[in-house]
């Protein structure tokens, strides 16, 4: 078993308040985690409405396995048309 964990450093368009980036980030993080079965929680920057940092954790028979689910993930947040991915970092765990 192999564990991996990806930081994400994202700008959240459309958000004034941090009510809103709290719905916003909501919905991103329980997509997130019912697609990808990954475990996904905002870690930072929780006093601007604008920013946010995302921390997922992947488990996979193998490291290559764990990875390659965070890479997806990386590569379906790029996509969505409401937050942009600033910064990415992947970490082998275990």
Do not use: Y
């Not at 078993?1 to 916003?24: F, G, I, N, P, W």
């Amino acid at each position: 078993m192999h564990v991996a964990s990806l930081r994400l450093e994202l700008r959240v368009d459309d958000c004034l308040t941090l009510r809103q980036k709290r719905r916003r980030m909501r919905a991103i993080i329980d997509k997130l985690h019912r697609h990808f079965n990954v475990s996904v929680a905002e870690v930072g920057r929780h006093d601007r409405p604008a920013e946010a940092v995302l921390g997922v954790a992947a488990v996979g028979g193998t490291r290559r396995d764990a990875r390659e689910v965070l890479v997806r993930v990386a590569d379906a947040l790029g996509a969505h048309p409401r937050a942009e991915v600033l910064d990415q970092v992947v970490l082998d765990l275990l």
